[in-house]
């Protein structure tokens, strides 16, 4: 296994608080991510809350590449662009470990 598809492991089994759990970030579905982009979009404000603008933007990417690519899960999608987008949905924390 190499480095990257072992960072990829990591960060689709890693565990997103949505309808009321932990569920592995890879099984996402697309209905949960659009949930997670709308819920962040409402929680932006000014002030410090304006640094979740960002943040619910990447959430809104990650359901746009779900939706033209066809997927029905986070982990469908091609490892690159899970890795990539990880850090700016929070998933990861920006040049630091994973989140708990």
Do not use: C, K
Request: proline share 5%; hydrophobic share 45%.
């Amino acid at each position: 296994m190499n480095e990257s598809s072992a960072e990829l492991d990591r960060i689709v089994e890693r565990g997103v608080f949505i309808r009321g759990a932990d569920r592995p970030f890879g099984e996402l579905t697309l209905e949960d991510v659009r949930t997670r982009a709308d819920e962040l979009r409402a929680a932006t404000g000014w002030g410090p809350t304006v640094r979740v603008a960002p943040v619910a933007h990447a959430w809104r990417e990650l359901a746009m590449a779900m939706a033209r690519t066809g997927s029905a899960t986070v982990g469908e999608l091609e490892a690159e662009l899970v890795i990539e987008l990880a850090q700016r949905l929070w998933v990861v924390l920006p040049g630091g470990p994973m989140m708990s």
